[in-house]
């Protein structure tokens, strides 16, 4: 969880914000997982949320107390908290005509995105908990997940067990056995 201690203020970050999101930048690269062409998981971490608040509070000009704690209440539900990954999963499309016929064919797809830690079984995304983002008509590109592990799955995560990804939907099925070692690594730095 993020405090208002953990914050700058907007005139501390304006001198630091070159800096500060160069490290974020190189941070992310560790955290995302393409999914075939046309679907990402970016995983959000203490940092990842930082940087958000971050540019919420700069963008907005927000540096009063209740404001501050109004955007810490937004995004620290998106940090995981030890048995857990959190992401946000975008469904991209360049094309606009392309992305609405694909998301019409994919609703539902948010609830069938999976993690994997070797040795046990698939665990499937818990989506949009913050409010709902599909209709009869189509999903949305945008969808926040959580991830929820077992002990054994964390315990096994954090000795080094590969870790895979997936999605098994009519209109999108990809499967990846086990991430690379950078992004395994920064997943498994997420578990208690």
Same mark, same amino acid.
């Given at each position: 969880?993020?405090s ?9 970050y ?8 160069a ?20 995983? $959000? =971490? +203490?940092?990842? @949320? *930082?940087y958000?608040?971050? %540019? ?5 000009r927000?540096? !009063?107390? &209740? ?42 797809? $948010? =609830? +069938?995105?999976? @993690? *994997?830690?070797?040795?046990? %079984? ?7 908990? !913050?409010? &709902? ?12 997940m ?20 997936g999605?098994?939907?009519e ?22």
């Open positions: 969880m993020l208002r201690d953990d914050l700058m203020n907007l005139e501390t304006a001198g630091q914000r070159a800096e500060f999101r490290r974020v930048i190189a941070h992310k690269k560790d955290r995302q997982v393409m999914l075939g062409e046309n679907a990402t998981l970016y995983f $959000e =971490d +203490r940092l990842t @949320m *930082q958000q608040i971050q %540019e919420m509070l700069r963008i907005e927000i540096f !009063d107390a &209740e404001g501050i704690q109004e955007e810490l209440d937004t995004y620290n539900p998106l940090i995981p908290d030890g048995s857990n990954w959190k992401a946000t999963f975008m469904i991209e499309f360049t094309d606009e005509k392309a992305r609405k016929e694909a998301l019409a064919k994919m609703i539902g797809i $948010e =609830d +069938r995105v999976w @993690m *994997q830690v070797a040795g046990h %079984e698939r665990v499937y995304a818990i989506a949009d908990e !913050d409010l &709902e983002r599909d209709n009869a008509e189509k999903t949305s590109a945008v969808h926040f959580r991830f929820e592990l077992t002990p054994a799955m964390v315990e096994a995560a954090k000795s080094g067990a590969d870790i895979g990804a999605i098994d939907h209109a999108y099925n990809v499967s990846i056995a086990a991430l690379p070692g950078n992004i395994r690594d920064s997943l498994a730095a997420d578990l208690a």
